[in-house]
T-cell receptor, first 111, second 114 residues
Framework: KNEVEQSPQNLTAQEGEFITINCSYSVGISALHWLQQHPGGGIVSLFMLSSGKKKHGRLIATINIQEKHSSLHITASHPRDSAVYICAVLNSGGGADGLTFGKGTHLIIQP | DTGVSQDPRHKITKRGQNVTFRCDPISEHNRLYWYRQTLGQGPEFLTYFQNEAQLEKSRLLSDRFSAERPKGSFSTLEIQRTEQGDSAMYLC????????????FGSGTRLTVV
């Protein structure tokens, strides 16, 4: 079983829809990252959170430490939001290997 | 600072050839990480440096792979005698300390071995 599980793997929605991507993890963590990867390959960090909720524009990220679960929400989705969204955790054990990544959620927003 | 730079962006090579990739991290960041990402998968850890010291290597890093960070600034990742299974996106990231202040990723080098 992977340490970081994301769902869904693929999501296609219409422009304007409210999007939710889920991430569950099985290890103790210091922080959780939500990352965005466009087809060119580069990764952009959207959020880093260790508790509660963060909001940036139309993006909202929440985390429940007790349930080991995080969600990324996109409000009023737009075709330019189409990308792969990756959840990654920083182990609280101080693991030297940095982040452990989920497989990503491939999001397509159709106009 | 322009972020984390990787060079080249794309590399096509014949099986058996050697290739070298370069990563220039954010100058203040003392940690530098290399990851490999295959199609449809999340990135997987390869190795990381704290300053010039290579402190951890994944079992994914076979003897054909070597990484250096000679002066604690830029890093190189070399793959010798490339195989088709080495085809992947090679990502570099850097952080200040353990990453609790965040990571910055490069755009990656996409390697295709033919």
């Amino acid at each position: 079983k992977n340490e970081v599980e994301q769902s869904p793997q693929n999501l296609t929605a219409q422009e304007g829809e409210f999007i939710t991507i889920n991430c569950s993890y099985s290890v103790g963590i210091s922080a959780l990252h939500w990352l965005q990867q466009h087809p060119g390959g580069g990764i952009v960090s959207l959020f880093m959170l260790s508790s509660g909720k963060k909001k940036h524009g139309r993006l909202i990220a929440t985390i429940n430490i007790q349930e080991k679960h995080s969600s990324l929400h996109i409000t009023a989705s737009h075709p330019r939001d189409s990308a792969v969204y990756i959840c990654a955790v920083l182990n609280s054990g101080g693991g030297a290997d940095g982040l452990t990544f989920g497989k990503g959620t491939h999001l397509i927003i159709q106009p | 600072d322009t972020g984390v730079s990787q060079d080249p962006r794309h590399k096509i090579t014949k099986r058996g050839q050697n290739v070298t990739f370069r990563c220039d991290p954010i100058s203040e960041h003392n940690r530098l990480y290399w990851y490999r990402q295959t199609l449809g998968q999340g990135p997987e850890f390869l190795t990381y440096f704290q300053n010039e010291a290579q402190l951890e290597k994944s079992r994914l890093l076979s003897d054909r792979f070597s990484a250096e960070r000679p002066k604690g600034s830029f890093s190189t990742l070399e793959i010798q005698r490339t195989e088709q299974g080495d085809s992947a996106m090679y990502l570099c990231a850097s952080s200040l300390g353990t990453g609790l202040y965040g990571y910055t990723f490069g755009s990656g080098t996409r390697l295709t071995v033919v």
